[in-house]
Nanobody, 126 residues
Framework: QVQLVESGGGSVQAGGSLRLSCAAS????????MGWFRQAPGKEREGVAQ????????YYASSVKGRFTISRDNTKNTLYLYMNSLKPEDTAMYYC???????????????????WGQGTQVTVSS
């Protein structure tokens, strides 16, 4: 059974940093593409970063490029999102998601991802 469990969200002031983690189980990590998505109230779910765990290729939305870094620890089957220079507009619920690596697209399409975590809230105050 596939499980994705996020952690690491919280409240920070603008300019601060957070690290999100997503512990994955129930599938072969390297066969998948994993992404971080976010959704703010009243807005569509947005793909902010993605990594193809088979090829290592990464993708970042323009709104986070240079501030966020996606990485993985294959020994722990864990995905990370390092978020620096946070802005109030980064406030959202953040989700990790997984899909078989051949289904990866750029930008990431949430409709293609079939496994989702429960989400972790990130709140950035000005």
């Amino acid at each position: 059974q596939v499980q994705l469990v996020e952690s690491g969200g919280g409240s920070v002031q603008a300019g601060g940093s957070l690290r999100l983690s997503c512990a994955a189980s129930g599938f072969t990590f390297s066969d998948y593409c994993m992404g971080w998505f976010r959704q703010a109230p009243g807005k569509e779910r947005e793909g902010v970063a993605q990594i193809n765990l088979n090829t290592g290729r990464t993708y970042y939305a323009s709104s986070v490029k240079g501030r966020f870094t996606i990485s993985r620890d294959n020994t722990k089957n864990t995905l990370y999102l390092y978020m620096n220079s946070l802005k109030p507009e980064d406030t959202a619920m953040y989700y990790c998601a997984a899909v078989f690596f051949v289904m990866c697209t750029e930008p990431p399409d949430p409709a293609r991802f079939n496994y989702w975590g429960q989400g972790t809230q990130v709140t950035v105050s000005s």
